[in-house]
């Protein structure tokens, strides 16, 4: 091949990968980007990346044209002799010792000031939150308040909020990429992290990830950071540090037009009047879910949907009543207050933090059940349950295992964000988690269903659950808000 046909290829294969930069450029939806920080801690760590992303060109601008530069001035000519040999220049060498020495310290400087900065105590007067990362989940204890909960913070813009890091097995690491910072996360020891939340970034939500490889689910291993205003996170510690109740009903009344919404739904997820199912989608989405009452069959063989407790309004962002107070829909009861239990609205919750992990394909559930929330507290508070969970209000859940699941019903993931809070979810996540997310530690406890760690079906001598138990557990769950 000449060499100006293979000028002419490669500049071909430039223009096509130049193109292909600037169409991914173009798109403005980059929800984990670390380069549109929001936070103090964050804007420190882009400045240090600005300024070392400087430093660095300008230095590989002035080495490849001194390159290219000798490179074309010194090259090899026709009817050329031998070039007169030298050996060593005093000169040269200390120049070129000298220049990167003074390189290194425009770069040791900020960095080394960016990381007493970072490594710096929170300021007095933080928000304490102590943070555990599990196999595979996260854990949230806010110790100021008494409130403990599991893969969703909710934290108030403007103030600095003081994370300490342990872990509760091997090393994970925290990381909300957009609020700044990454930490280890390790065994015998605890690691800070600080970062104030920009005030203009209230009633958002943020995507959280472990990003030290911990396991064979460690791609699963997430978690939602909720930044709300004062008043509203003054009211969501209000509702959290009351136990969790419920009102038990039989089962759902649909409001007028005979659909019970479901907790959350993602975008293009439909409810058809009539379907009652969390059957996959042909490109293997989310289920779909449907509210109707026992005994209708789901058309052309789909799998069932679990019904929920009654709602009294038939908005995806409503909340129930906790403890005799109707939480928050944005009114304030008295000046500069809002009633306790806010619950951030779930129809505002955008598409990136909705989950859209499909279901395995061979995981089935009984049709037609409507779950009793009275039964299912009886049934989880002498199940297996009991002995990984615990629910303030029920004296017979008391296990620090797994999850708190004291106000589990208002959260808007499950296992880990690995799938959307909703009934359906919630009822195949019961029955066989296994199957749900690799190698949890939660044990199978659908009866019949094959549990890979005892490599044996489940049975009831070994604790297995019917179908209409785990209906049962679910209105149960899916009540406590």
């Not at 409130?147 to 909020?161: D, F, K, L, Q, S």
């Not at 959350?264 to 109707?292: D, F, H, L």
Request: proline residues 9%; positive net charge.
């Amino acid at each position: 091949m000449k060499g100006s046909d293979r000028l002419r290829r490669l500049a071909c294969y430039a223009v096509i990968a130049a193109l292909a930069v600037a169409a991914v450029s173009c798109n403005e939806a980059h929800p984990n980007t670390t380069l549109v920080p929001h936070s103090d801690f964050g804007r420190e760590i882009d400045f240090l990346w600005n300024r070392l992303l400087l430093l660095g060109t300008i230095v590989f601008i002035l080495v490849e044209g001194a390159l290219v530069y000798v490179v074309f001035k010194y090259r090899r000519r026709e009817n050329q002799g031998t070039p007169p040999q030298t050996h060593g220049s005093t000169k040269l060498e200390i120049a070129w010792t000298l220049i990167p020495a003074v390189i290194l310290v425009f770069i040791a400087v900020p960095t080394v000031k960016t990381i007493f900065i970072t490594q710096a105590q929170a300021a007095p007067g933080s928000l304490n939150i102590d943070v555990t990362g599990h196999q595979w989940w996260w854990e949230f204890r806010y110790p100021e308040y008494g409130v403990t909960t599991a893969n969703e913070i909710y934290i108030p813009v403007g103030r600095t909020v003081n994370f300490r890091l342990r872990s509760a097995d091997v090393i994970h690491s925290f990381w909300t990429p957009q609020l700044g910072g990454k930490r280890d996360v390790v065994t015998n020891r605890t690691n800070y992290l600080w970062y104030t939340p920009d005030s203009s970034i209230a009633s958002s939500v943020w995507n959280g990830f472990c990003a030290e490889y911990c396991g064979s689910s460690h791609a699963n291993m997430r978690f939602r950071v909720f930044t709300v205003t004062q008043a509203q996170f003054d009211s969501w510690i209000a509702g959290q540090k009351m136990p969790a109740r419920f009102g038990a009903v039989a089962g759902p009344t649909p409001p007028a037009g005979g659909q019970i919404p479901p907790p959350m739904e993602a975008p293009g997820m439909s409810v058809p009047a009539g379907a009652n199912a969390p059957s996959q989608t042909a490109q293997g989405a989310a289920p779909r879910i449907a509210r109707q009452s026992s005994g209708t069959q789901a058309p052309g063989g789909a799998q069932p949907a679990i019904p929920r407790p009654q709602t009294p309004a038939a908005n995806p962002g409503a909340q129930t009543s906790v403890g005799g107070v109707t939480p928050s829909t944005g009114a304030a009861s008295i000046p500069g207050a809002l009633p306790a239990g806010y619950i951030f609205p779930r129809a505002n919750i955008p598409d990136y933090a909705i989950p859209h992990t499909p279901i395995p394909a061979d995981l089935k559930f009984t049709a037609g059940l409507t779950g009793s929330a009275a039964r299912g507290k009886q049934v989880f508070s002498g199940a297996a349950c009991i002995g990984c969970h615990s629910i303030a209000g029920n004296p017979a859940a008391m296990g620090v295992l797994g999850p708190n699941l004291t106000h589990v019903g208002s959260r808007s993931i499950i296992a880990a964000g690995r799938y959307p809070n909703t009934a359906a979810y919630l009822a195949l996540w019961i029955k066989n988690a296994r199957k749900m997310k690799p190698d949890v530690l939660m044990p199978t406890l659908g009866m019949d269903e094959y549990d890979p760690v005892l490599k044996a079906k489940v049975t009831s001598a070994n604790g297995g659950l019917t179908d209409q138990q785990i209906a049962d557990i679910v209105a149960y769950l899916t009540a406590l808000k």
